[in-house]
């Protein structure tokens, strides 16, 4: 294959090939100027965006996630904002895969200028992590009933150690680099909610009376 020939005829799309040799060539239509500004999602797209709030809400709201920390392994400088493709694949490891249009309707109402998701402003319009994982403790008595709606799954401590080599002999899983991704300064302890969220995502499923 004649990869250089081929090059060349892909960078075309970029402008013509030598130019410094003949500075009186005809370019045709070319722009030297910046086009500013974006597309204003319309009522339709909002709500479909809405749609996908409120599910992901649900999804963390049952599991019990810490989904801030995952964008944040991503976000090195704290900048609050993730790439449409990382926004995605965060989202994926939770459990709720969107497709190529939907990140595409949440960039375009929670993204910048270059389209880039600010993760922090959907996470708060999500509602879950301040006020429930996070949120001050009210003193209110609990009206949620564990006897029917939760299982209550192994009761000895050796039990359930062998039911999570299982699922990480199966899976074959290095737990180790994962919790290290949520523990910065390697003191060998991390919040509860991010040890359920690392298990979580690494496909290893406990019961709340097991965690």
């Known amino acids: ?95 709720f895969p969107l497709n190529e249009h939907q990140t595409e309707l949440v960039s375009l109402v929670y993204g910048n200028e270059n389209y880039d998701i600010k993760y922090a402003e959907f996470l708060k319009d999500c509602n879950v992590l301040v006020f429930i994982i996070n949120g001050p403790y009210t003193g209110a008595k609990s009206t949620y009933n564990a006897r029917f709606t939760d299982f209550n799954g192994s009761d000895e401590m050796r039990v359930l150690m062998e039911k999570i080599k299982q699922c990480i002999k199966r899976d074959r899983i290095r737990l180790l680099e994962f919790f290290q991704d949520h523990d910065m300064l390697r003191k060998g302890s991390i919040e509860p909610t991010k040890f359920r969220s690392t298990l979580h995502a690494q496909k290893v499923m406990l019961t709340s009376h097991e965690y």
């Open 1 to 95: 294959m004649l990869w250089k020939e081929f090059s060349d005829s892909i960078d075309q799309v970029f402008t013509k090939k030598e130019l410094e040799k003949s500075v009186d060539t005809i370019l045709g239509d070319t722009r030297t100027n910046t086009n500013y500004g974006r597309r204003q999602p319309t009522d339709a797209e909002r709500a479909v965006v809405q749609e996908i709030v409120e599910q992901f809400q649900e999804v963390v709201r049952k599991n019990r996630l810490d989904a801030k920390s995952f964008f944040q392994d991503f976000d090195h400088h704290r900048h609050f904002k993730v790439s449409p493709k990382i926004f995605r694949q965060v989202l994926t490891t939770h459990g």
